[in-house]
């Protein structure tokens, strides 16, 4: 039994929700399911949303173990990036390294512009620059249309892809010089089929207003007013400070919708 799981093929999967969230679970579930994988998670502790690819330079990075059914799994105290990185490096699963790094599946499409300051996009792609194939999956999360299912769904309609991207790596048929990047749709379990596209260059506007919370209501750039593990409007600043406080509000470009279409889109990102 130990022989036949080392000859498995190694997914590292990561994420920036954290690895708590939903999406992830459900895609280590289906690849765990699936019997024929070496599944290692490596995810940040708490949601890193937005982060970009931004590292952590000058605090040691605290990796704790996690219990999840089939894989091998550590809670990070890192970014997306810190996190495929330490998991590519052999140094905190044994020397075990992946054939294949997943990073996903995201709450919130990653289309256009938005690869920029996707956390979800900057796992895959800090794999993609040490040489690993690498997926960054994410779903067109709608809020009051879209639930938690959804995510699931999703993971299940992206195991094709996984699978057939493995093969090609290991017959060493994998395209090499860029990674990929999958948007699934709203009504993921009536989508019609795989696309490969272009990258597109539409983005969500970012504007500010003037608030008195000190934390308000969190508005994602990805999928405005989430109902999915959102957090309310917290206490309220004592209006003697002098200090002005912002939130974030999104308004959405024209072109957003039109571009996400209900086909799987695979983005091949250089």
């Known amino acids: 039994m130990a022989s036949t799981a080392a000859a498995m093929p190694v997914v590292l999967v990561t994420n920036d929700d954290g690895i708590d969230a939903p999406g992830l679970r459900f895609l280590v579930d289906q690849l765990v399911a699936a019997r024929r994988y070496r599944v290692l998670v490596c995810a940040p502790d708490t949601d890193m949303s937005g982060v970009s690819h931004s590292i952590t330079w000058r605090s040691a990075l605290r990796c704790k173990r996690i219990d999840i059914s089939g894989a091998t799994a550590f809670a990070v105290s890192g970014t997306p990036a810190d996190c495929a990185s330490i998991g590519i490096s052999g140094k905190l699963f044994d020397g075990l390294v992946p054939d294949l790094v997943l990073s996903g599946i995201n709450i919130g499409n990653n289309c256009g512009y938005h690869v920029v300051y996707s956390g979800t996009v900057a796992g895959a792609r ?47 048929t994998y395209i090499k010089g860029s990674f990929l990047n999958v948007d699934v749709p709203t009504d993921a379990a009536h989508h019609k089929g795989y696309k490969v596209t272009k990258q597109g260059k539409n983005m969500a506007i970012i504007s500010w207003e003037q608030t008195v919370y000190k934390k308000p209501a969190v508005e994602s750039y990805q999928t405005a007013n989430t109902d999915v593990d959102g957090e309310k409007d917290s206490e309220v600043v004592n209006s003697s400070e002098n200090d002005l406080l912002f939130k974030r509000v999104v308004t959405y470009h024209f072109f957003q919708q039109l571009l996400i279409s209900n086909f799987l889109q695979l983005f091949p990102l250089i």
Not at 131 to 149: E, H, L, Q, R, T
Not at 156 to 163: D, F, T
């Open 126 to 172: 800090e794999a993609f620059l040490y040489g690993f194939p690498a997926i960054a999956m994410s779903y067109d999360w709608v809020a009051g249309k879209s639930s938690v299912n959804d995510l699931k769904t999703s993971a299940e309609v992206c195991m094709p892809l996984i699978h057939a991207i493995m093969t090609e790596i290991m017959n060493g």
